[in-house]
């Protein structure tokens, strides 16, 4: 029951470990394939703790803040696209927050939706049940594409800014090393691993 055809579909996930470097993720699919010109990561910055709903309600309102806000000087066509189709990783407190922030951006006219892993129950605004797609239907299959490349992109990001943290806390510790040096060489060595090797 989609006003338009989803042609643009955006997915928001969320990836962090018990708070530490928690981050988000925006990938974008048109007429079913990935457009990763215009994918974006985000830091998350808000200090709530473990809370995924939170973090979804936050990534969601920077984005559509950017769209809204967008100017000549700082034009971003990943930001200044409209969706047809809001999908987030997760049930319905994710689709609320989600909402919640599109609400207050008043963007009631995007379609949002949520896909949850478990049962790969599709939730939809105002209806308490979700709706169970079949296995082989081709829409499941294309939202289930679209939410495990978000999260994919999540992880990675994640991945490499716990990475850095990481490094910064090595070098922070080792005698003789300044702001300059540290980050020359988080530029030289791409993991702790790798500087440890090379030790």
Do not use: W
Request: hydrophobic fraction near 40%; charged fraction near 30%; include cysteine.
């Amino acid at each position: 029951n989609l006003e338009s055809l989803p042609i643009r579909i955006e997915c928001f996930d969320i990836s962090n470990i018990q708070d530490e470097s928690p981050v988000g993720s925006m990938v974008v699919f048109e007429d079913a394939a990935p457009k990763k010109a215009h994918y974006r990561k985000f830091g998350v910055r808000s200090e709530g703790g473990q809370d995924d709903f939170g973090m979804i309600r936050e990534v969601v309102f920077r984005r559509f803040a950017r769209m809204r806000s967008v100017t000549a000087e700082e034009y971003d066509a990943g930001f200044a696209t409209c969706p047809n189709l809001v999908v987030v990783d997760g049930g319905k407190g994710q689709l609320s927050a989600a909402l919640s922030a599109m609400h207050e951006l008043d963007l009631a006219r995007v379609a949002v939706v949520s896909l949850a892993k478990r049962e790969e129950e599709v939730f939809v605004p105002g209806v308490s049940v979700p709706i169970a797609l079949e296995r082989s239907s081709p829409g499941l299959q294309l939202l289930q594409r679209v939410r495990d490349e978000a999260h994919r992109v999540a992880l990675r990001y994640h991945r490499r800014k716990r990475g850095a943290r990481s490094m910064e806390t090595i070098f922070e510790t080792l005698p003789g090393i300044g702001p300059v040096r540290r980050r020359a060489l988080l530029r030289h060595f791409p993991s702790p691993r790798v500087l440890r090797c090379r030790a």
